[in-house]
């Protein structure tokens, strides 16, 4: 297992630790896990946030692609924005775990931006919530 692989799955492993709904026993085994990968791939906290943010990036595209396919205003079809977006949202899934955490930031700050300027505009709300939730999710 790689370094990365292994710190998302740290990162994983205690998003369930923490998790309220999860009985007390699988929470301890998998803080155990977690403390022992950690250890083993000798992970920094840096590593560690790095591979946070890295996996929220990647369940953010996959998210926010579900809410660009899903909205009616965008046209559609080989030309249509739908198409550009999505094509656009894959490729940035290739990107460095180091561009990841960069760009994550840049997507809450722009939609940030645009929530301000925009107000409740339907896209910018579900984007809102889209990144309120994965962030949440990841513990960020």
């Known amino acids: ?9 740290v990162a994983k ?7 309220p709904r999860t009985p ?5 085994s998998a803080r155990r896990e977690a403390d022992r990968l950690s250890a083993l791939h000798d992970l920094t906290a840096s590593d560690l946030e790095l591979g946070r943010k890295a996996a ?8 926010l692609e579900k809410v660009v396919r899903n ?10 924005a739908e198409k550009v977006v999505t094509d ?8 460095s775990d180091v561009d990841k955490a960069a760009r994550l930031a840049k997507i809450v700050t722009v939609v940030q931006t ?3 300027f925009v107000g409740d505009a339907k896209i ?17």
């Open 1 to 9: 297992m790689t370094s990365k692989a292994a710190a998302e799955k």
């Open 13 to 19: 492993l205690r998003r369930l630790a923490d998790d």
């Open 24 to 28: 007390a026993t699988e929470a301890a």
């Open 56 to 63: 929220a990036y990647d369940d953010l595209v996959v998210e």
């Open 71 to 80: 909205n009616p205003n965008l046209p559609v079809g080989i030309f249509g």
């Open 88 to 95: 656009v949202l894959r490729k940035l899934r290739d990107a």
């Open 114 to 116: 645009a929530s301000l």
């Open 124 to 140: 910018v709300v579900e984007c809102k919530a889209v990144i309120g939730s994965v962030l949440k999710n990841h513990g960020l």
